[in-house]
């Protein structure tokens, strides 16, 4: 691993622990074992390694969305939504979305503007691929066509909302998706 993806990996789950403020560069360079001057010789400070962290997680998010919904085993909605939706649940105990969470969720107000700029482009483009899943589903009579393609999307973003925020989803991911697909399918 390069030693780039290894600082920004570990500052990830430095992130993620302790916050934008509690997270400084000296504490980065001892998880990784270099100096603080090897640190600053690939990020000129902690904020710019703060926006390395945040394209990586959205750049992420996008490649994580596309392989799921694209995946050609995968041929029906419910398939690809269901798996997106799991994937998602088990991912809630890693590091990356504990980092997302955070700071999606409750950004330090100086840098929210940044965090809401840095995961539009991922979160808009999620939410296009989502949508055109459900639009098709719609359309092919999959699902409900007396719902809107914008109702079902809202409440599919919902639910992922909800499965990337709770550590106990998993257990109960099952009975999650039953009630939801019964409330979309024709």
Known sequence: MKTKDKIINESIKLFAENGFEGTSMASIAKQIGVTKPSLYAHYENKLALFEGCLEKISNEQIEFTVKILSNPNLNTA???LFALLKDCSLMVSE????????????????????????????TTICDDLITNIIREAVNNGEMDEQLSVEEITNSYKCLMDGVSCRLDTYNNFDSIWKVFWRGVKP
């Open 95 to 122: 590091k990356k979305y504990s980092f997302y969470n955070r700071f999606y969720f409750l950004p330090p107000l100086e840098l929210k503007e940044l965090i809401e700029n840095k995961f539009e482009k991922a």
């Open 78 to 80: 419910e398939k690809k």
